[in-house]
């Protein structure tokens, strides 16, 4: 079957750094996904990753290994800003879909 | 502007009562897919279709109908609303193969529906 998993919520400071774990199960995988989702609006995309290893884009950097079933999105030099939930997604290319699905999310909350 | 519009953004409406969201994009994306988003769920997927007269059943399909008869363009239909379908839903569309940003979804701001 499918199925992600991620905590629910974590906490941080203000200039710290957070790391939100991701694991998942599905039978067509070709890639995993970060969104974040500010309270009240839509999800914007972070970060794609479909080959192990590490991809940096700025403060955020977000990890995979397939053979784990296992990501983490790592959040640098926290802002206030950077309030939000945080949602890893997979595609799943099983029997020709082309399928998305979530996990339920992350809040994050960072603190002064 | 490059977008993904909705309409309406807040419905109320009553059990039974045939009703459309609309979901419109301008950036000759090909994929485009609903979701509902509910409180410690997260967010399901619907429907999607890859291109013009193609579309396919998500993880939650049952109570819900859609079409793409054109490429910009992929109405949610709701036939005979209930109100375990009141939630927020999300249109989204991605470029296609070959785009640089092919592996991004962008969304559209939300349809918050009521069903009493």
């Known amino acids: 079957g499918q199925n992600i998993d991620q905590p629910t919520e974590m906490t941080a400071t203000e200039g710290a750094i957070v790391q939100i774990n991701c694991t998942y199960q599905t039978s067509g995988f070709n890639g995993l996904f970060w969104y974040q989702q500010h309270a009240g609006e839509a999800p914007t995309f972070l970060s794609y990753n479909v080959l192990d290893g590490l991809e940096e884009k700025g403060r955020f950097s977000s990890f995979l290994s397939r053979s784990k079933g296992y990501s983490y999105l790592l959040l640098k030099e926290l802002q206030m800003k950077d309030s939000a939930s945080y949602l890893c997604a997979v595609r799943d290319e099983a029997s020709g879909t082309y399928k998305y699905i979530f996990g339920t999310g992350t809040r994050l909350k960072v603190l002064a | 502007e490059a977008q993904v519009t909705q309409n309406p953004r807040y419905l109320i409406t009553v059990t039974g009562k045939k009703l459309t969201v609309t979901c419109s994009q301008n950036m000759n994306h090909e994929y485009m897919s609903w979701y509902r988003q509910d409180p410690g769920l997260g967010l399901r997927q619907i429907y999607y279709s890859m291109n013009v007269e193609v579309t396919d059943k998500g993880d939650v399909p049952e109570g819900y109908k859609v079409s793409r008869k ?47």
């Open chain 2, 70 to 116: 054109e490429k910009r363009n992929f109405p949610l239909i709701l036939e005979s609303p209930s109100p375990n379908q009141t939630s927020l839903y999300f249109c989204a569309s991605s470029p296609p193969r070959g785009a640089s940003s092919y592996n991004e979804q962008f969304f559209g701001p939300g349809t918050r529906l009521t069903v009493l």
